[in-house]
């Protein structure tokens, strides 16, 4: 079966860079969009940053920090994420989905964790 591997997580200080980086494994699919989620303690699940053709999006409150970069045929992406902030605290999920099978799969999360 297919399993995104993620990686890049940790600890770093305020104003600090981390990147995060997914790649799928497994059965081959054609990959249509990619994305990152993340989800801090007692909020929702919320969107980072998408990529999908060569059109990205990124949550507001991330624009102008972080930037999303993927490779759709070696169904790997990745998350640059720069002047980091103690509200950027989260696990954060890579998510790929495949419109023709209908398929999406997410990773297991990776923490990021920004405090000094």
């Known amino acids: 079966q297919v399993q995104l591997v993620e990686s890049g997580g940790g600890l770093v200080q305020p104003g600090g860079s981390l990147r995060l980086s997914c790649a799928a494994s497994g059965s081959i699919f054609s990959v249509d969009g990619m994305r990152w989620y993340r989800q801090a303690p007692g909020k929702q699940r919320e969107l980072v940053a998408a990529i999908s053709g060569g059109s990205t999006i990124y949550a507001d409150s991330v624009k102008g920090r972080f930037t999303i970069s993927g490779d759709h045929a070696k169904r790997t992406v990745s998350l640059q994420m720069n002047s980091l902030k103690p509200e950027d605290t989260a696990v954060y999920y890579c998510?790929?989905?495949?419109?023709?099978?209908?398929?999406?799969?997410w990773g297991q999360g990776t923490q990021v964790t920004v405090s000094s």
């Open positions: 998510h790929m989905y495949a419109l023709a099978s209908a398929r999406q799969y």
